[in-house]
């Protein structure tokens, strides 16, 4: 059983950094792809950063592109998503996730294994 579990959210003020973390367990973690996703009031889960299982390839959302750096460290088996100025619409619920297969995916129906969820509130 996969299990994701993410920590660091809070509190800060709209140009404020924060470092999310998410450590799992239940599969071998360097063979599989992270994601973060996230999920604002109201609206639907958004795709916001991946990485490959070595680290070597990411792709981020364009909302966060150039804020926003997502790393892995598989001795650990944690991936984290370092984010630097910070905007009240990056307000969100913030989730990690990986696939059941190996592959890097931008949709959130693409992925079975999900975190329980880190709340991250930027205030203007």
């Known amino acids: 059983q996969v299990q994701l579990v993410e920590s660091g959210g809070g509190s800060v003020q709209a140009g404020g950094s924060l470092r999310l973390s998410c450590v799992a367990s239940?599969?071998?973690?360097?063979?599989?792809?992270m994601a973060w996703l996230r999920q604002a009031p109201g609206k639907e889960e958004e795709f916001v950063a991946t990485?490959?299982?070595?680290?070597?390839?990411?792709n981020y959302a364009d909302s966060v592109k150039g804020r926003f750096t997502i790393s892995r460290d598989n001795a650990k088996s944690t991936v984290y998503l370092q984010m630097k100025e910070l905007k009240p619409e990056d307000t969100a619920v913030y989730y990690c996730?990986?696939?059941?297969?190996?592959?890097?995916?931008?949709?959130?129906?693409?992925?079975?294994?999900w975190g329980q969820g880190t709340q991250v509130t930027v205030s203007s």
């Open positions: 990485i490959n299982w070595s680290g070597g390839l990411t």
């Open positions: 239940g599969r071998t973690f360097s063979h599989y792809a």
């Open positions: 996730a990986t696939p059941s297969t190996n592959g890097v995916y931008y949709s959130p129906e693409s992925y079975r294994y």
